[in-house]
């Protein structure tokens, strides 16, 4: 930020490190299509990014597991066509990542290859994921980190369950926020931790934490776009504030028109030629 403005030049992961030295929030949001890539990014946040959580807000599955790369390679392409200052993040779908260091390479180089991204998102703080988030960065391809409930686990978690509510639970998620920023992460998403925790978290680290469902504590705050716009109104965890009432309106302008067409009333003379 200049003088309360939002800075006007693209965002890079330089400048991730660099808002939490200052003490600066940083706010993501997700996006999947050009259109609401080109609104949020006029709005003004930090960074996009194109969640595989695709999946369940928008092509409705019931988890994100069946999202594969040549969703989210659509997906992506199609909101950094939107936007212009942002940074935007591709998510790593499962499957894509967690085989090899080398198809790591290969999958994460074709995603920032294919869409114009600049960054990817990858699960996980474990040994391997550390040698594949280094891997990563030594290629050249900034990896943001996300721990805590980590969505592409959730069978072996058993649903969308707060981490770390435990001491060992704690302490190993601070252990791995340590491994990845060595690996040269350059954040890490901390998703359903108590606010305690991811307070420990982030003063363990200098790379910026960004929380969804982790308190005030984070250095940054995610949140999915169709929840945020109450577009998708059977969703409310705990966490969710929404700031608007979107799928309302959805039903009443679309039942409107409907309506208007069935009377006979559009269109009009002043909208036809
Ligand atoms: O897929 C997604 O949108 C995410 C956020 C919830 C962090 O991973």
Redesign the pocket.
Known sequence: MDNGKPQQRPITVRDFAERKRKGEKLV?M?AYDALFGRLVDESGVDAI?V?????T?IMGYPS?LPVTLDHMIYHASAVRRGVKRALVII?MPFLSYQASIESAVLNCGRAIQETGSAAV?V?GGSPEMLDTVHALVRTGIPVMA?IGFT?QSVNTIGGARVQGREAEGAERLIAEAKGLEQAGAFGI?L?LVPTGVSERITAAVEIPT?G?GAGARCDGQ???LPDVLGLNDTFQPKFLKRYAEMAEEVRSAVGAWARDVRSGSYPDAEHSF
Do not use: F, M, Q, Y
């Open positions: 993501i997700t990014l969640g595989d959580s695709v999946g807000a994100t998510d998102k699960e996300h969505p998403v998703e960004i969804i995610v949140l999915v």
